[in-house]
């Protein structure tokens, strides 16, 4: 679909949207006024994130609770409502209003423990290979003490009635069971610790224990600043991840003391085991990323600049480290390498569809042959392992246009993309995506720029922001920005070298319109830079430069795996995606220049 198709149905759209506005006043004043006062309302609130009523969870379903009563109000009384029985039957209608509130509060709370109870994805175990039968703590087995923790959250949290209630009703009761479940934390040994930390559910532990101003117990605070500060050497990388996600989950404006507590854990971690940390972070296939987290979670100031202080120092010791080739035992010769990428017409192809891209070679969603073995095979490097374990940490991360909206709404939605080709790879990483990666987003407004004038520069402008931010988080990393040149990102790599030329490896441009067509780029003024963007038709192509280059991106027998997953990949396409037999032939013969 090209731009001024997708201009024409945008407008039909809004005028007929105007027309259904207008016709609904003109039937229903009342009921409507209410409905577009509340439809504001909404929108205030999906696009204020940084408000207080996005501070704390219990904040947001106060927030979808009345505002579920409102609209059922008007919708049940009001004289010109389509079902306004309650002007008929006043209780029938109060009882409906309680009943469509009190469902948006249980859904609600349904949805966020259903968050708070995802088991992230990351590798957990016991530490120095011990068996659970060998971690006990005073005779009594880990799987008991898991056991009793899991038992006095299940009393604790209560699925039918709000926790402010059941905390008034049964505040002692509540207050015992908190202590018990804080003693045991507080009692295991170092092996112990780690092992209760990676499998109980630490983010609901820390959403549902609460800090009672009434009842002179700050358990909440407690049992983090246990784990965050008084325990927090005994902590293994993983741990400290688990405990920053659960950070993450409960909302640190929820605590006055969140960030200093995601300070010291951070501050506390130095060098390789930091760059862990943070790759982890990143990794669990979610938006809580460290991103997120040190430039929106974080409010203050200062905490976020002693933070990135702090990883600078780091990034400063690791790269006069490998200078002087001190290798680490952690990253065991892994490339301290992270692979950007585009989504659209870079790992799937658009189908040509307005405002995702313009590639019309393959099918719309189609993933291309070989993208995910080269992003893998760059991940490798060349130095270390031969081929990738499913233990290996990947360093593969998204840029997308695609912008943000409340929460990760959008993000789900590429996440549970990510997610399925993640499934479909084995062992040694081949036949889909070899890691989770993680995602940084657009936002609103360069999306809306583009869409109303067609601009690419604020989409450049916003992938260069984030990756800015995204270098003073990971500044000894070395990057690879892999894109395609049908809108920004050509001019966005520009804007990256430009910052980091030291940094920035390669620049691979996948070519889906005619080279002289791309956005602002003009190849006299790359003449004289250690990096140009390769141009290239299809991933072996990408894959034969990288091979070739001085130093090499990958081996030679990366480049073989390269060429043999984009045959599989090309045959694992479905007929129903091929337009014609003609298309499907030349995209063939186009693989088979190189592979």
């Not at 480290?321 to 001190?326: E, L, P, S, V």
């Not at 922001?465 to 520009?494: H, K, L, T, W």
Request: proline share 3%.
């Amino acid at each position: 679909m090209d731009r001024s198709l997708a201009m024409l149905i945008l407008l039909g759209f809004l005028v007929i949207l105007s027309l259904i506005i207008l016709a609904l006043f003109a039937m229903a004043p009342i009921f409507s006024s209410c409905l577009v006062s509340l439809v504001y309302t909404l929108y205030i609130f999906l696009s204020n994130e940084s408000h207080g009523v996005h501070h704390a969870q219990e904040f947001e379903n106060r927030f979808w609770s009345i505002f579920t009563i409102l609209f059922s109000t008007a919708l049940f009384f009001a004289k010109d409502s389509p079902i306004a029985f309650g002007n008929a039957y006043p209780s029938l209608g109060f009882l409906g209003v309680l009943t469509a509130g009190y469902t948006m509060h249980t859904w609600d709370r349904y949805n966020h423990r259903k968050d708070l109870n995802r088991v992230l994805g990351m590798k957990r175990s016991t530490q120095g290979g011990q068996s659970l039968l060998s971690l006990r703590d005073s005779g009594i087995p880990i799987e008991d003490q898991l056991s009793k923790i899991n038992s006095c959250l299940s009393d604790i949290d209560q699925l039918l009635i709000p926790s402010t209630i059941n905390n008034l009703i049964k505040h002692n009761f509540i207050l015992r069971k908190e202590r018990e479940i804080i003693s045991i934390f507080e009692e295991a040994q170092k092996n112990a610790l780690n092992y209760l930390v990676s499998h109980s559910r630490l983010s609901l532990l820390f959403y549902k224990i609460k800090d009672h101003r009434h009842f002179n117990g700050k358990h909440r605070t407690e049992l983090i600043e246990l784990l965050a500060v008084d325990r927090l050497p005994l902590l293994t990388v993983v741990s400290k991840v688990i405990v920053l996600h659960a950070l993450q989950m409960m909302k640190l404006p929820a605590n006055t003391k969140a960030e200093y507590w995601v300070k010291n854990i951070i501050v506390s971690t130095s060098q390789d085991d930091l760059s862990e940390l943070k790759t982890r972070t990143d990794s669990k296939g979610d938006h809580l990323c460290m991103n997120k987290l040190i430039y929106e979670d974080i409010r203050k100031e200062n905490v976020r600049q002693d933070i990135l202080n702090h990883i600078q120092r780091q990034a400063k010791t690791q790269l006069a480290h490998r200078k002087y080739a001190i290798h680490s035992r952690s990253r065991i010769k892994q490339s301290y390498r992270k692979v950007l990428s585009d989504v659209d017409d870079t790992l799937t192809c658009s189908g040509g569809s307005y405002p995702s891209g313009i590639d019309k070679r393959y099918g719309k969603k189609v993933v291309y042959p070989g993208v995910l073995a080269f992003y893998r095979e760059l991940d490798l490097g060349t130095e270390g392992r031969e081929e990738w374990l499913p233990s290996t940490i990947g360093n593969l991360v998204f840029l997308s246009a695609r912008p943000h909206v409340y929460k990760d709404i959008t993000e789900k939605r590429n996440f549970a993309k990510f997610e399925r080709l993640r499934a479909q790879a084995g062992e040694d990483g081949r036949g889909g995506m070899h890691t989770m990666p993680s995602l940084l987003a657009g936002d609103i407004s360069s999306g809306t720029e583009f869409i109303m004038k067609n601009e690419f520069e604020p989409l450049a402008q916003k992938k260069f922001e984030n990756f800015q931010q995204y270098m003073s988080i990971y500044p000894e990393f070395f990057q690879i920005f892999i894109c395609d040149n049908g809108q920004g990102d050509v001019r966005a790599s520009e804007l990256m070298y430009n910052a980091f030329p030291q940094h920035l490896e390669a620049i691979y441009v996948h070519v889906v319109q005619n080279k002289a067509n791309t956005y602002k780029y003009d190849p006299d003024s790359w003449k004289d830079r250690k990096v140009k963007p390769f141009f290239f038709s299809t991933y072996p192509e990408a894959a034969l430069d990288a091979v070739t280059r001085v130093p090499p991106l990958i081996r030679l027998s990366g480049l073989q795996r390269i060429c043999q997953d984009a045959i599989s990949d090309f045959y694992m396409i479905q007929t129903k995606n091929w337009q014609s037999q003609k298309q499907k032939y030349d995209r063939r013969d186009e693989l088979n220049q190189v592979s």
